[in-house]
Structures are given as structure tokens and as C-alpha cells.
């Protein structure tokens, strides 16, 4: 039992249920140190989200409106930390949801789809086809769902298959923490802040914004000036660490 008034609080139990996840074969071991990296660069970051964050995930929720075809795809620690906030995107952004995984194996598949259900995501089903120019699992992906997509967000991912997306013409979205991954300097846009924070303010915005915002943003963006803004408040927090 957590205390709520621990000034750890939301770290704490975020740790708790990815670990209690990985007993359930929806997190791997590889995504514990994943999630650990975070944790790092979160604590560089001051934990909370900065205003050039802000700014990606209204300019995120912007590209998924103005979408033909938008689809969140979600990994075991996506579905660990956040199938409730990936329940409320999907409905606002009117998103298809498909689970693509790393890892993969049935198994996990039918483990995280069953998770994500019970928070209420109508998740894409079918017969995986290896679709994306990609040596490794993660080619394997359904022609209705992240296949036939214009936009795809993409939580914490690897470089590979976010490279991969983008060379198929698609505009991907990325959260992730580290704003030098391979990655967060491959996707159109990438939202340097910790997932649990970063999807309520997508989702937010998607009700918020008029289409003439949506439209201005969609057109105006540029991702080195979003990793730049992330570098440079890490910079500004390690100089001034002492004070
Ligand atoms: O469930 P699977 O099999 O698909 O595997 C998922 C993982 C995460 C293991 C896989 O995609 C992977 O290996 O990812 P990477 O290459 O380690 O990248 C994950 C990135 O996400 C790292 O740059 C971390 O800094 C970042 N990250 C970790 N936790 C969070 C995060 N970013 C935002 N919010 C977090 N909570």
C-alpha cells in the first residue's frame, strides 16, 4: 500500500502495476527496463509535463482529428500503465486500436487485448500478415488497422518500426521520454513526457480544439524544435541542479 501523500506517489505506483503486469505476462522483462530509462529521463525532465510537451500533445491531438484513418497502437506497457487513458483517446479521437508488440507471442496478444477490453477499447482482431518492412515481429500487423492507417500514435516504441512507418508515408506520433532515442527523432511528432500524463492531455484537446486550431497546428509543426525544447529544460534543470 502505497500512501498517497508520498512525495514519490505516481512513480511508486506506476512501478506497481507495471511490475504486477510483468507477474501477469503483459509487461515482459525488457519492458521493466524500459520503464526504468523512463523513470530516468522523467526525473531529467522534472517530472511534469513542460510547455513545449504541452504543445506536442495539443499539435498530436490535432493530427489525429484531421486523420483519415487514425490508429493507436499499443504495446504491453501501454496497456499496463494507461488502458483506461488509451479507452478515452480512442473514443474522442474516433481511433482503431490495434495491439503490436515487440515481443510478441499469442499469448501476450490475447492477455493485453483481454486488458484493454475490460477498460472498454473496441480492439482491432484478425490475422496478423507481416505488412511493414521490418526483419522482426513487429512487420506483423493487420491490413485494416495500423496497415491501412494515414496517422499511428505509437507509446513508447523502438526506432525500427517507427522508421518503418514513416517510410510507408504514414505520420507517426510518438511519446517517449527520451528525446536522443532513435525514435524521438524519426517520428513526425514526438511528445517528450510520461505517458500517464501525456494521453489525458491528448485527449483533452481533441475536445477542445477547433478545427481551425487543428488545422493551423497540423500544418505548422516541427519536431526538432519539440526535442530541442525537451534538451534544453534538461540542460536548464542539470545546471541549476544545486542551487
Ligand atoms: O510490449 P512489447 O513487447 O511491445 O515491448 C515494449 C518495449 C517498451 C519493451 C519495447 O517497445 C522497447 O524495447 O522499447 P525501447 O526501445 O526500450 O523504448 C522505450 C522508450 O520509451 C524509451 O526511450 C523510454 O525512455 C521510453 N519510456 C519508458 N517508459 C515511458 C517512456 N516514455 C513515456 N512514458 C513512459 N511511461
Known amino acids: 500500500m502505497i500512501p498517497p501523500d508520498h512525495p514519490r506517489y505516481r512513480s511508486l505506483v506506476a512501478r506497481e502495476r507495471i511490475?504486477?503486469?510483468?507477474?501477469?505476462?503483459?509487461?515482459?522483462?525488457?519492458?521493466?527496463?524500459?520503464?526504468?530509462?523512463?523513470?530516468?529521463?522523467?526525473?531529467?525532465?522534472?517530472?511534469?509535463?513542460?510547455?513545449?510537451?504541452?504543445?506536442?500533445?495539443?499539435?498530436?491531438?490535432?493530427?489525429?482529428?484531421?486523420?483519415?484513418?487514425p490508429v493507436i497502437s499499443v504495446n504491453g506497457n501501454t496497456a499496463a500503465l494507461a488502458a483506461d487513458e488509451v479507452a478515452r483517446l480512442q473514443e474522442r479521437?474516433?481511433?482503431?486500436?490495434?495491439?503490436?508488440?515487440?515481443?510478441?507471442?499469442?499469448?501476450?496478444?490475447?492477455?493485453?487485448?483481454?486488458?484493454?477490453?475490460?477498460?472498454?477499447?473496441?480492439?482491432e482482431k484478425g490475422e496478423a500478415e507481416r505488412l511493414l518492412p521490418l526483419s522482426h515481429d513487429r512487420a506483423l500487423c493487420l491490413r485494416q488497422g495500423i496497415y491501412s492507417a494515414d496517422t499511428v500514435l505509437v507509446p513508447l516504441e523502438d526506432g525500427d518500426r517507427c522508421s518503418a512507418l514513416c517510410s510507408m508515408g504514414k505520420t507517426v506520433i510518438a511519446i517517449d521520454l527520451n528525446p536522443l532515442s532513435r525514435t524521438a527523432r524519426a517520428a513526425s511528432l514526438t511528445i517528450v513526457d510520461e505517458l500517464t500524463r501525456a494521453l489525458p492531455h491528448v485527449t483533452g484537446a481533441c475536445t477542445s480544439l477547433s478545427q481551425e486550431e487543428a488545422l493551423r497546428l497540423c500544418s505548422s509543426y516541427d519536431n526538432r524544435k519539440f526535442l530541442s525544447g525537451a534538451l534544453e529544460e534538461i540542460q536548464k534543470r542539470l545546471t541549476h541542479a544545486l542551487d
Not at 510478441?104 to 480492439?123: D, F, N, P
Open 93 to 123: 479521437a474516433r481511433a482503431r486500436v490495434e495491439v503490436n508488440l515487440f515481443h510478441r507471442s499469442e499469448e501476450r496478444i490475447r492477455r493485453i487485448t483481454r486488458l484493454l477490453e475490460e477498460a472498454g477499447v473496441a480492439v
Open 19 to 69: 511490475a504486477r503486469y510483468a507477474g501477469e505476462g503483459v509487461v515482459t522483462f525488457e519492458g521493466l527496463a524500459a520503464h526504468g530509462r523512463g523513470e530516468a529521463f522523467d526525473y531529467l525532465i522534472g517530472e511534469r509535463t513542460t510547455e513545449s510537451a504541452l504543445l506536442a500533445e495539443k499539435t498530436a491531438a490535432a493530427l489525429l482529428l484531421c486523420a483519415r484513418r
